[in-house]
T-cell receptor, first 109, second 112 residues
């Protein structure tokens, strides 16, 4: 399983865009990149997944460069309710995921 | 996710007691997982099961056992609970051929 490295914390104001970059230098050919969001005392929730280039859904965008050694989760116009821990994971279809400590995002008014 | 339920939601027990945490899912997924989370840390995989006849140890299986009673049910047991097993426990499921996992609400276990 490829190890991931991401910032411990990030602060933002409401309405700003938040970009969290994750490093995964040892990503394997079959690995996908997945981001989860976790609120206190709740289970993680799937946000977005990608393999290469750019993926966008109603919640976020995921940017993956050609070498796939990093990825950036972009949260547009954050609100207070986006305060949470965000996890970057890499894994293949076998379903085994390795969670790091994640990035604590704090959004203030 | 309401499709994945865990019981109990909270449990306080004493050292040496046997505890069972239960997980049920209505998503029709083959794969189920048990994780524990300690304060300020990410989730660590305890056991996982890719189908009813398949059980695999995860990163931290010592002191735990599991039972996959049916496709929809996956139980985690602590045969003799100890204080350092105090943690938040999550069950998750995923479909075949994908690593997207759906998590239950968690069980907060305290071992005194």
């Amino acid at each position: 399983l490829a190890k991931t490295t991401q910032p411990i914390s990030m602060d933002s104001y409401e309405g700003q865009e938040v970009n969290i970059t994750c490093s995964h230098n040892n990503i394997a050919t079959n690995d996908y990149i997945t981001w989860y969001q976790q609120f206190p005392s709740q289970g993680p929730r799937f946000i977005i997944q990608g393999y290469k280039t750019k993926v966008t859904n109603e919640v976020a965008s995921l940017f993956i460069p050609a070498d796939r050694k990093s990825s950036t989760l972009s949260l547009p116009r954050v609100s207070l309710s986006d305060t949470a821990v965000y996890y970057c994971l890499v894994g293949d279809s076998w379903g085994k995921l390795q969670f790091g400590a994640g990035t604590q995002v704090v959004v203030t008014p | 996710d309401a499709d994945v339920t865990q019981t109990p939601r909270n449990r306080i027990t004493k050292t040496g007691k046997r505890i069972m945490l239960e997980c049920s899912q209505t998503k029709g997924h083959d794969r189920m997982y048990w994780y524990r989370q300690d304060p300020g840390l990410g989730l660590r995989l305890i056991y996982y099961s890719f189908d009813v006849k398949d059980i695999n140890k995860g990163e931290i299986s010592d002191g735990y056992s599991v039972s996959r009673q049916a496709q929809a049910k996956f139980s985690l047991s602590l045969e003799s609970a100890i204080p350092n097993q105090t943690a938040l426990y999550f069950c998750a499921t995923s479909g075949r051929g994908t690593d997207t996992q759906y998590f239950g609400p968690g069980t907060r276990l305290t071992v005194l």
